[in-house]
């Protein structure tokens, strides 16, 4: 029986209570104990009288042969209580019955139909007699009697050694008595003078009428016979006369030198020590000593000796540390994957793991047993092992603060401790063993050591666990120490590939891909191994992770994308890569940007993002565009370049100057001369754009006219997916109508119906666009339903 406690309380449950039922035997049980105990002493009798009456007895006395028949009742009830006895491994009526009779059920009844009765009925036939030998199969309970003497540490193991060892060689001998006497009376009368008793003679007596001799005496002249002839000491007084004779002796003497062996064998184990028995006693004695040493309650010393004697049973099947010891690492492994790497591929705490990683798990794990009733895990307790069922029910016991008490049934294949395991908390349930189970355990030590190689199966399985776990447990998960050791490691493989990427070892990232490294993660700096490699011009390595379909417009935290690292360093073959694969430039805060060029004079680097269709007229916090820098600063080759591209020379900063007044301030004629040029040409085209529109009624002051465009794209802006196009630059009309219109003649698409902000809102007004903003028309289908990614667009005056 099993404690649990309850509010203070203790409640007992006997073991078949937990999974047999009613109308079953504990074996356990105190009265059934004293029932084999009374069985025992008829296994004793029947086992040494039955080759006796096989040989002395051509019919039993009246008064041998109701004793044998009430021995032969006892053993029918005893079979008739075997098909309720409860095992370990049993869990109805049904599979009781069933193991009984595949096992002893055969021999037991055949033991106990009246074998004398049916000789006489048959009329002495000689051939019935053989079959009262099935009844030396109750020996068997002798000796498991013996065994579970030697178990027990209150009895003296010398004792119970010597004593086991003395009632074999007397058994051994006794059934030779029975069977030398045998010989002698199968043989017709007129030979019974030839025989090893019938030709006997001991001083005066005479055995030449042996069976008028007193049955006691004949027995015991058996005995001196088969004893004289097992120690081979052969005082010739008694001999072997017949041929048949001769040939048992000869058999026997070669079973003695056997039998002699065995018990000088064992003589010598118990002097020398080491049997596994005696192992077993001694670490037995060791536990309880500890039990009474701490006061230790009853029931737990008794569920200490069921444990270790379930563990001395078992120990032939089971697969423990213990057993493959000695076994070659390799070969260790070999048998570890055979046992268990199919339960773990079923296990769905492990659904989409790769099966490497499963293989490590089946390596580490450790087997454990545990008989019905037995406490697997505990409310309260931290665990640092992680349990699976792999074989028989428990039962996980959940008790609320409130007193409610919830049971869940457990299977195999099912796990249970793992938000103990993960979370570093407390087991939130009890577990029980229903049945006898195997539980396989995985220790947190050895987890984490195989998180750090297959760390990308361990996101797996947290990410299995949060798809059955409520928010509060989730929560709990994310902040866990294997969530951050996980992200801290796929952090750190990020950094590997970036070093790969920037030392163009393009064989390397190949491996870490197919190892499981995601591309597309960045590292502290948000930088990507596309990032590193465009700065660095590697056009194989760029080529391949576009071919992968990393994100080609991602941007670090200083908001540089892939394309603008490969134009900054001036890598023409990967930019031209980005582009055909549909990167579009996008700089944060265009304006400082160009403006911060041209104060460092980079002129290749101007033409360079100019030719990518960046904005000339972007201002910086002061609203200065580029071109106020070139004509304040005197860089005629700068301000020239800007011209070409589409500056705008009536643009103002928020002081009111234009480039035109920079230059007259900076002195530079021939700057004031070009720009002086340039903003008639300017004016002219504008008040021309004026007309032909017929935008205003009259013309304004030069100074003050500006008409804003913008650049539109045909694909959704956050649609990475969608074949990047081309745009067209369009002046801003006086209606949405008209733009989404002019956009969708250019484009020659017939189903463009809405224009989307970079950001991805609809604008409904004109009045609401900024002058050369970044626009893009799609229809409302794909306004509706594409959303992935960010954006990013070139912008064009």
């Not at 092992?385 to 409610?404: A, P």
């Amino acid at each position: 029986m099993v404690m649990h406690g309850d509010g203070g309380r203790k409640k007992k449950r006997y073991i078949f209570d937990y999974c047999y039922g009613p109308f079953l035997i504990d074996p356990h049980n105190r009265w059934f104990q004293a029932w084999k105990h009374f069985i025992l002493i008829w296994a004793v009798y029947s086992s040494f009288f039955t080759p006796m009456e096989f040989a002395f007895f051509r019919g039993l006395p009246n008064n041998i042969f109701l004793l044998d028949i009430a021995g032969q009742f006892a053993f029918l009830v005893d079979m008739f209580l075997s098909f309720f006895v409860s095992f370990h491994s049993n869990r109805s009526h049904r599979q009781i019955a069933i193991r009984y009779i595949r096992s002893s059920f055969l021999p037991d009844l055949l033991s106990c139909l009246p074998w004398d009765y049916i000789y006489k009925l048959s009329g002495n036939k000689e051939v019935l007699r053989y079959l009262l030998w099935i009844r030396l199969t109750r020996a068997l309970r002798v000796t498991n009697f013996f065994e579970s003497l030697e178990k027990d540490t209150r009895v003296n193991y010398l004792f119970t050694r010597i004593l086991k060892l003395l009632v074999v060689e007397l058994y051994c001998t006794h059934t030779a008595a029975c069977i030398f006497y045998y010989l002698a009376t199968t043989v017709p009368p007129s030979q019974e003078s030839s025989t090893w008793i019938g030709s006997l003679k001991m001083g005066d007596s005479s055995y030449s009428d042996f069976r008028h001799v007193h049955l006691w005496k004949r027995y015991v002249t058996s005995l001196y016979f088969a004893i004289v002839t097992m120690a081979t000491v052969g005082y010739g007084d008694i001999h072997a006369v017949n041929v048949r004779e001769m040939i048992f002796v000869m058999l026997y003497v070669s079973f003695d030198m056997i039998l002699g062996a065995y018990l000088l064998g064992n003589m010598t184990a118990l002097i020398v020590k080491g049997s596994r028995t005696e192992r077993f006693r001694d670490k037995m004695s060791d536990i309880l000593k500890y039990a009474d040493y701490n006061n230790l309650d009853r029931q737990t010393r008794h569920d200490i000796r069921d444990h270790f004697r379930l563990r001395f049973n078992y120990d032939h099947t089971y697969t423990g540390p213990s057993v493959l010891h000695d076994i070659p690492s390799t070969i260790r492994t070999k048998i570890l994957i055979t046992l268990y790497d199919h339960f773990f591929h079923q296990v769905s705490l492990f659904k989409g793991c790769s099966s490497a990683f499963i293989k490590q798990i089946a390596t580490k794990v450790q087997e454990e047993i545990f008989l019905p009733g037995a406490l697997v895990t505990e409310q309260g307790d931290v665990a640092d092992q992680l349990y699976f069922v792999y074989h028989g029910e428990l039962n996980e016991i959940r008790r609320e603060d409130g007193g409610t008490e919830e049971t869940m049934t457990l299977r195999t294949y099912c796990s249970f401790g793992q938000i103990s395991f993960f979370c570093n908390t407390h087991q939130t349930s009890t577990v029980e063993a229903r049945e006898f189970s195997k539980v396989l355990q995985l220790d947190k030590k050895c987890f984490t050591e195989i998180l750090k190689i297959y760390f990308l199966d361990g996101r797996t399985v947290l990410n299995n666990l949060l798809e059955v776990t409520n928010l509060s447990v989730q929560r709990k998960l994310l902040v866990s120490d294997f969530n951050l050791t996980i992200g801290n490691l796929e952090t750190g493989l990020a950094t590997r590939m970036n070093c790969a990427a920037h030392d163009g070892h393009l064989d390397i990232v190949k491996r870490l891909i197919g190892f499981g490294a995601d591309p597309n993660k960045a590292d502290y700096d948000g930088r990507t191994p596309l990032h590193i490699s465009a700065s660095k011009g590697y056009v194989d390595i760029s080529s391949f992770l576009v071919e992968l379909g990393v994100n080609i417009n991602s941007t670090d935290k200083f908001g540089t994308t892939p394309l603008l690292e490969a134009i900054k360093n001036g890598h023409k073959e990967v930019a031209s890569v980005l582009i055909n694969a549909g990167a579009i430039l996008t700089i944060d805060d265009v304006g400082n940007f160009l403006c911060m060029t041209v104060v460092k004079k980079d002129l290749d680097l101007l033409k360079r993002v100019l030719a990518c269709g960046i904005n000339p007229n972007a201002k910086n916090y002061d609203q200065r565009t580029p071109l106020h820098i070139a004509a304040s600063e005197g860089l005629f080759t700068m301000a020239e370049l800007l011209l070409e591209a589409g500056a705008s020379v009536l643009s103002k900063d928020r002081w009111g100057n234009t480039p035109l007044l920079e230059a007259h301030t900076g002195g530079n004629r021939n700057m004031v001369k070009m720009l002086e040029v340039a903003k008639i040409s300017q004016l002219a085209e504008l008040s021309g754009s004026i007309h032909e529109t017929q935008a205003t009624p009259m013309l304004q002051s030069t100074d003050e006219i500006s008409r804003k465009r913008c650049t539109v794209f045909p694909f959704h802006p956050r649609d990475h997916r969608e074949v990047r196009r081309e745009g067209v630059v369009l002046w801003i009309p006086q209606s949405i109508e008209e733009l989404i219109k002019e956009a969708m003649k250019h484009f020659k698409i017939p189903n463009g119906s809405c224009i989307l902000s970079e950001q991805g809102g609809k604008i409904l007004y004109v009045d609401m666009i900024n002058n050369d903003e970044k626009l893009f028309l799609v229809n409302e289908a794909q306004n509706g339903v594409k959303i992935a990614g960010l954006p990013s667009v070139q912008t064009q005056n």
